[in-house]
């Protein structure tokens, strides 16, 4: 996908970049290395019912934890790793490992259904559904439990996508549209896409005090298609309260939880108390 290329590219020489990585092959490298190494961990933020209070899953987030650059976050590295192609590996880790918590979590009584984010280049690779059966085959894991989120403008090749979404609906995941209200989606499609979770953008919520017009026209249009709605980027009991109010089915952000570690979750979910939201 040349657009998208071409973003990663500046963001790559231009911002964004630690001062270490300054030239690609550096980076592939050191990608390379993480992979084998391992470096890589994933961080789960919990989402939570409006309407119960209870926790309805939990959305997976990948760090890289290098020992030469420190903690750098996914919007630093993704776009390197879809540039060198390395998001092939690196997301399939993320399934696979997905996968061993779902199974980990099964062993002490406890099931949560998870999201995974997915790249363009991973949405696009031909055997993505394949690979995607094979993990949840190998870990025994019901794949109802694992809900795949695309963004918008992966989605820019309706037709495309319609493809594979259908493939993926079939395997039996859930599917979500991350951040939206930032692409370019024609509704026309969105309206044949089997979706089952909108999740509206950080950016609406932050601003839904002063103005909740989109994020009500968001809400209205999801219900409408038969789609639950995600609230991203809940801070504040003030959120909470008016997204109630809205009707906006699940909420997600650090008024409940920052992203953590797998043990945190683990904590969090049996220490939870519902009846405080
Ligand atoms: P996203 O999928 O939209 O994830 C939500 C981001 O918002 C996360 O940032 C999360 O930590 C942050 N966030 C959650 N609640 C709040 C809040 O209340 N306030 C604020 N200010 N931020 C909040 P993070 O973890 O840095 O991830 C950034 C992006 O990187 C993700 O956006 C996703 O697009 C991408 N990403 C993360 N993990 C993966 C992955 O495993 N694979 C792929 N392909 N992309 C990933
Ligand atoms: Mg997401
Ligand atoms: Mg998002
Ligand atoms: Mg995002």
Redesign the pocket.
């Known amino acids: 996908h040349a657009k998208n290329n071409e973003r990663g590219t500046i963001q790559f020489y231009q911002t964004n970049l630690p001062v270490q990585m300054d030239s690609i092959l550096e980076v592939e490298s050191a990608l390379r290395k993480a992979i084998e190494q391992e470096e890589f961990i994933l961080h789960y933020?919990p989402q939570i019912e409006t309407k119960t209070g209870r926790i309805h899953g939990a959305?997976?987030?990948?760090r890289w934890e290098s020992p030469t650059r420190g903690l750098v976050?996914?919007?630093v590295f993704?776009p390197l790793a879809e540039e060198t192609g390395l998001?092939i590996p690196i997301?399939e880790w993320?399934i696979e490992e997905v996968a061993r918590t779902i199974r980990s979590m099964k062993k002490q009584g406890l099931e949560l259904p998870i999201s995974i984010?997915?790249?363009i280049r991973?949405f696009y690779q031909r055997d993505l559904v394949e690979r995607i059966e094979m993990i949840l085959t190998r870990y025994d894991i019901d794949p109802s439990l694992i809900t795949i989120?695309i963004t918008e403008s992966m989605a820019m090749d309706a037709a495309k996508a319609l493809v594979i979404l259908k493939e993926l609906k079939a395997l039996g995941v859930k599917l979500a549209i991350?951040?939206f209200g930032t692409g370019y989606s024609s509704l026309n499609y969105l309206k044949q896409f089997p979706i089952d979770y909108l999740k509206i953008d950080?950016s609406f919520i932050f601003d839904i005090l002063d103005d909740r017009a989109i994020t009500d026209s968001i809400i209205l249009l999801g219900h409408r298609l038969n789609m639950s709605l995600v609230a991203?980027?809940?801070?504040t009991k003030a959120h909470v309260e008016l997204l109630r109010e809205m009707n906006c089915d699940i909420l997600?952000?650090?008024y409940f939880s920052k992203?953590i570690s797998k043990e945190a979750l683990i904590d969090f979910l049996t220490s939870f108390d519902q009846t405080e939201h």
């Not at 959305?59 to 990948?62: N, R, T, V, Y």
């Not at 991203?232 to 801070?235: K, R």
């Open positions: 933020q959305e997976a987030l990948i976050p996914p919007n993704i998001i997301g993320v984010n997915l790249s991973q989120e991350d951040d950080q991203e980027g809940v801070e997600q952000g650090y992203p």
